[in-house]
């Protein structure tokens, strides 16, 4: 499994607009279901800074590329940011049902 951290921070003003974005991505995958793929964003207390998480199951790819919504999303990410996308690849320790791991429900 791949497990792939992205955290940037929207200028002032812009959260709002970044965060229908990104339930824009959401909407979008709810409707394809993509098998094998798992995808979570978060906004910091700071109220601009956001956190993406997604895992691809191994054997599965990555279906943003294919995901209109998230193509709009990138398209005015250089503009939105005040400190751009960092990527960073992680390896689980441990897992407690976020990333399919761990104990069923």
């Known amino acids: 499994m791949r497990v792939v951290m ?3 921070t929207v200028k002032p003003g812009r959260a709002q607009e970044n965060e229908q974005l990104v339930r824009a991505v959401y909407a979008e995958l709810a409707h394809s ?6 995808y979570a964003t978060f906004k910091l207390e700071d109220g601009h800074t956001f956190v993406h998480l997604a895992s691809v199951a191994d054997g599965h790819e990555n279906p943003l590329g294919s995901v209109a919504a998230f ?3 990138q398209r005015g990410i250089p503009d939105r940011c005040e400190q751009g996308p960092v990527v960073s690849e992680l390896s689980a320790v441990g897992d407690y049902r976020l990333l399919g791991g761990g104990l069923p429900a």
């Not at 279901?33 to 798992?38: L, N, T, V, Y």
């Open 33 to 38: 279901a993509p098998e094998g793929f798992r």
């Open 71 to 73: 193509a709009e999303f």
């Open 6 to 8: 992205v955290r940037y």
